[in-house]
């Protein structure tokens, strides 16, 4: 019998498994991105769009809003939201929201979303990571995280194969629903 890691565990394994992978920083950063839509579609959503280059980075259909995500991946314990990521991620109808979404490679590996409404005050401004854990949407990013951390350990040994290409047509081709409900949502009013 297989047993099933802890969440610390998880994330540990996860940032092992990725750092494995010997990436430069803007490589990692755009499969991380593709990871991140894989991730979305593994909770039901609907994704619309995973974009290399642009603003934003990912469309998907969630809890009956499209969600306009910007996506970040960093080692570093800083980070800085510009003018375009902001932009890029501003609801532009009343039936869509936008977050920034971090992945802070650890370890352990975690998922940080913060909605526009929040996000808007670090414009420019040179922030800790821990600051933007305090202003985050705490149950979606919690259940980001726990999505991808299954999928990166599940998929340990083949983690190479993951390029952005695959992983961007993979999340598009099998997130095609809204899930409908807010289950991935719930409690985001944070």
Known sequence: MVRRLSTVDAAYEA??????????????????QAMLAETLAVMGGGIDAVERVGHPDILVRMGGKTLRIQSKA???RRFTLSKEDLDGIRPRTGDE???????????????????YAKAQSILNRNVPLAMLKTMDDAYFSSQCTAA?????NANR?????????????????????DIGGDDHLRGSGN
């Open 15 to 32: 940032a092992k498994g990725l750092d494995e992978l010997g990436l430069n920083p803007s490589e990692f950063g755009y499969r991380m």
């Open 74 to 76: 960093t080692g570093q």
């Open 97 to 115: 929201e936008g977050y920034l979404a971090i992945l802070d490679r650890g370890p352990p590996v975690a998922w940080t979303c913060v909605r």
């Open 148 to 152: 991808f951390l299954d999928l990166v």
């Open 157 to 177: 040994s083949s983690l190479e194969a993951f390029t952005f290409a695959l992983l961007s047509k993979r999340a598009i081709a099998s997130g095609h629903g």
